[in-house]
């Protein structure tokens, strides 16, 4: 394969591992702190492209204000997640909260598509990220270069608030141990909350930056990417935010590099996937970085 | 209530439930045929579905593999050479594939075989773990599964499935399978290896301080589930002669699921009771019906709206009603007598 | 580390007890002993086998029960069914006997049934036999426990902490209940417990264990006057009673 090549796929991997990071963030912090699978986490992705998408057809919102409030909007809907499928169960067994997280997310996907329809629609992407660069053989879509800024900006801030904030604390301490932090009479109900506002988020504006990238949005689009964030989040170490931030652009790159060096065995890319998943689980449960804490 | 009279009611109860379905299959219509044989069918598998998930509380999100592999091994065991041919059209189907056929019963069998042969192998990895992992571990396999079926263009014909099967299943066979899977499952589940089940349900630490095998244990369970789920995949490819690994999704594991919550996690009569309610819910046109084609339009009904409301009856159940309909008890003769003596005691004059 | 510079040999029929302050490391040293836990170094040998690394339900196939510090009995089944899965293994009839209802699989289960049942009114439980187990009084579940260790027949019981939660009436039945275990079964009974008094009591030999360590062992009249023992449990005070 000629340098260019192996350049571009490269950029395109660690572009699509920012996604991929961005999402898995929400998955880990929430089981850190729950020990819940948020089974319901990808499909934030899109309920932030349609938001996103509606913001600028509908309401002729100008993009750099209809994202920023897509975004926000679906962490608003994270929290309201939280408290209709989970909170309830605090106390319930743990396969009554998976059942939950499960029918969560079937009911906003199939929501989607009665109010929405089934049929792909475009998704406004905005000349800023639109344009692409070309130097020499190299084609790259501006938005492959941001992808990753963003995404490194956004967990900069996230690792702020982690380790430098009193909120960041308590959710350190929530995500260590759970019923020591309550009797320490920290608000974990506030708390809980923070961490899915902040993890909805993160998926919120991958979700954007996806529908950017791919940009025929459907109900069904954060199955697979959700899926394979979760992956990610667990090959980086469930409950570790660096881990899953390792594990995002680790997933996106083998996954582009895998389907660029053996194009054949393009369809089975998802089966790669789950395999890997079954591999780290069986073998090394903890991830790469280990402990499930919130580090 | 003495065994033996307990013994002639259920008789009793078999020779009504079949003689019912013996006047359907006389007079009844296509229509309601086609509705007790997905009743039959979803029986079967939700009452297997419910040994792993309700009596061994394990979250297994796989089942839709072990139906899938069930399926196409009894379709591609019973289908003539001939028709074969006339199905994989892109590449030809591999040896033995090609020639192999055997009558209906014998690919019922090797589906419920080949389903339980799976499960073998995965039980090795899937039981190291549980919980959440075991979820995903589970459902990852399952997702596998599906992905080879439709990759595998020489075996299973790939995404454009298996068209053309006879339509081998009928009320005998569905109603017999479930009554069997039933029955056996059941008893399991009364026995010595159904409390050591629920022994390592309850608290899997004290069971194995007490002595059991989690491992063997849960692998019996496992094993079972798959066979009977194997043999209903194929009686369901040869009702509705047409299988393809679009039918196996996630999808057909969260039906299962709904099945078994709403019915009662870890009651049988509970899974048969949800069994019945969902095929009722019209999910089964769902899965046995195409699209509606008129002339040149095609009516994609309303499929969303379906998966909303279960969806939302799901959540329901498993947010306030979370023991379900049945919670983990059983239909027992017993139980309604008592109840009936109740009752009639409330209707003696003071 | 929880434990270390650990060692302990129990004869045949004794009633050992294991005592010392909390966090000391008592219950590690069951759960080592059960294969609950792996020690990183050491062995455990029981009847001349080498038990190290054996899974739990192994071990207790070889003749080790024991009872849990937090009751651990299976709550939503009855207190008749607790017992019967002590009863598992091993079984001669196979799941297909069972699936198929045939006869000898049916006889089994009546054994089971009866055997379990014994165990139930040896332990004065036979009343509560068809209750949930998490409706009985505490008292009665802790008795359920030992109950349903016992039906495994073991060579060796470990007690966590039978007494806990106890009123004093109850211990002294207690106290007597093993003493009858020890004398009908011939069994070792191995106990870990914070009540002074019902060790000192009822145990023919103590060790003492502090911070994962041993630090005395011997009769009750030896221990109570170690000084060692007596600076662990009271930081240089008096007494040691319980």
């Known amino acids: 394969m000629s340098l260019t090549l192996f350049l571009q796929q490269l950029i395109n991997g660690v572009s699509l591992g920012s996604l991929y990071a961005l999402i898995a963030i929400g998955y880990t912090m929430v089981y850190g702190i729950l020990r819940l699978i948020n089974f319901a986490h990808g499909d934030l992705l899109m309920v932030a492209a349609y938001a996103g998408m509606y913001g600028v057809l509908l309401f002729s919102l100008p993009w750099f204000i209809s994202f920023p409030l897509a975004v926000m909007a679906t962490g608003a809907l994270g929290i309201l997640l939280d408290r209709a499928a989970y909170k309830p169960l605090r106390q319930a067994p743990r396969i009554s909260l998976l059942i939950s997280a499960i029918g969560a997310s079937f009911l906003m996907e199939n929501l989607a598509l009665v109010l929405i329809g089934g049929v792909p629609k475009p998704f406004p992407r905005p000349d800023f990220f639109g344009y692409v660069i070309k130097a020499g053989d190299l084609h790259i879509l501006v938005l492959t270069i941001y992808s990753p800024i963003i995404t490194l900006l956004l967990v900069l801030g996230l690792l702020y608030i982690v380790f430098k904030t009193k909120a960041g604390k308590a959710m350190r301490a929530a995500s260590l141990d759970f019923e020591a932090t309550r009797l320490m009479g920290i608000n974990l109900d506030r708390i809980i909350a923070l961490t899915f506002l902040i993890g909805s988020s993160l998926a919120a504006a991958s979700g954007i930056m996806w529908a950017m990238k791919y940009p025929q949005i459907n109900p069904f689009m954060g199955v697979i990417p959700g899926f394979k964030a979760f992956i990610a989040a667990v090959i980086g170490g469930i409950g570790n935010i660096v881990g899953a931030v390792l594990g995002g652009f680790l997933l996106g790159l083998c996954e582009i590099l895998i389907v660029a060096l053996l194009p054949d065995l393009a369809e089975y890319r998802d089966a790669f996937a789950f395999l890997i998943l079954i591999g780290v689980l069986l073998f090394r449960p903890t991830g790469i970085m280990g402990e499930p804490i919130i580090q | ?350 | 580390m929880a434990v270390s510079d650990f060692s302990i040999t129990i004869e045949r029929g004794e009633l050992m007890g294991l005592i010392g302050p909390n966090g000391a490391g008592k219950t590690t040293v069951f759960n080592m002993i059960t294969g609950m836990l792996r020690p990183t170094a050491g062995d455990i040998s029981w009847k001349g086998e080498n038990i190290t690394r054996l899974p739990t339900h192994l071990i207790t196939a070889r003749g080790i029960a024991r009872t849990f510090q937090n009751i651990k009995l299976f709550a939503d089944m009855s207190v008749l069914e607790n017992v019967m899965v002590s009863c598992h293994y091993p079984l001669d009839s196979s799941f297909l006997a069972a699936m198929l209802g045939l006869a000898k699989h049916r006889r089994e289960e009546k054994r089971i049934r009866e055997h379990s049942l014994k165990y139930l009114v040896e332990a004065g439980l036979a009343p509560f036999a068809f209750e949930k187990a998490q409706n009985l009084p505490y008292g009665l579940q802790r008795k359920l426990e030992i109950a349903r260790a016992l039906a495994t027949e073991p060579g060796m019981l470990l007690l966590d902490e039978p007494a806990a939660g106890m009123n004093p009436m109850e211990k002294m039945e207690l106290a007597a209940f093993i003493r009858r275990i020890r004398e009908k079964n011939g069994i070792t009974v191995f106990l870990i417990e914070h009540d002074m008094k019902f060790v000192m009591n009822i145990c023919e030999r103590i060790k003492v264990i502090n911070y994962g360590q041993s630090i005395a062992e011997g009769s009750p009249d030896e221990i109570r006057r170690d000084p060692e023992v007596i600076s662990a449990y009271l930081g240089g005070a008096s007494r040691a009673q319980g």
């Open chain 2, 1 to 350: 209530m003495s065994e033996k009279l307990k013994f002639w009611l259920n008789v009793a109860s078999l020779v009504l439930l079949f003689g019912v379905l013996f006047l359907f299959s006389r007079y009844g219509s296509g229509y309601q045929i086609r509705i007790l044989n997905n009743i039959a069918i979803f029986i079967t598998l939700a009452v297997s579905y419910n040994l792993v998930n309700g009596v061994c509380g394990l979250l297994h999100l796989g089942p839709n593999g072990f139906i899938a592999i069930g399926a196409y091994t009894s379709a591609l065991l019973s289908m003539t050479p001939a028709e074969k041919q006339l199905n994989f059209i892109i590449e030809h189907a591999i040896w033995p594939i090609n020639v192999i056929q055997v009558p209906f019963v014998v690919s019922l069998i090797a589906a419920g075989v080949a389903a339980a042969s799976v499960a073998f192998l995965i039980s090795f990895p899937v039981l190291r773990v549980r919980g959440d992992y075991l979820a995903i571990v589970t459902l990852g396999f399952g997702e596998v599964i599906r992905v080879l079926c439709n990759a595998a263009q020489s075996v299973t014909n790939g995404p454009l499935g298996l068209k053309g099967l006879q339509a081998h299943t009928n009320l005998w066979w569905s109603w017999g399978v479930a009554t069997l899977a039933v029955a056996a499952i059941q008893r399991l589940i009364n026995s010595n290896y159904g409390l050591a089940m629920k022994a390592i349900r309850e608290d899997e630490t004290a069971a194995r301080a007490m002595g059991v095998d989690p491992f063997q244990r849960l692998m019996l369970a496992f094993l079972i589930s798959a066979f009977f789920s194997g043999i209903a995949g194929g009686l369901l490819a040869h009702l509705i002669t047409t299988i393809s690994p679009g039918l196996f999704t996630f999808l057909l594991t969260f039906n299962l699921l709904i099945m078994i919550v709403v019915g009662g996690l870890g009651s049988t009569t509970g899974s048969i009771i949800g069994a019945v309610l969902f095929a009722w819910g019209g999910e089964a046109l769902r899965i046995v019906e195409r699209p509606m084609e008129i002339g040149p339009f095609t009516i994609p009904g309303i499929p969303g709206m379906r998966m909303v409301i279960f969806s939302l009856i799901l959540m329901l159940v498993i947010l306030f009603v979370r023991k379900g309909i049945m919670g983990r008890s059983e239909f027992s003769w017993d139980a309604l007598a008592s109840k009936f003596a109740g009752w009639r005691r409330t209707q003696t004059p003071p």
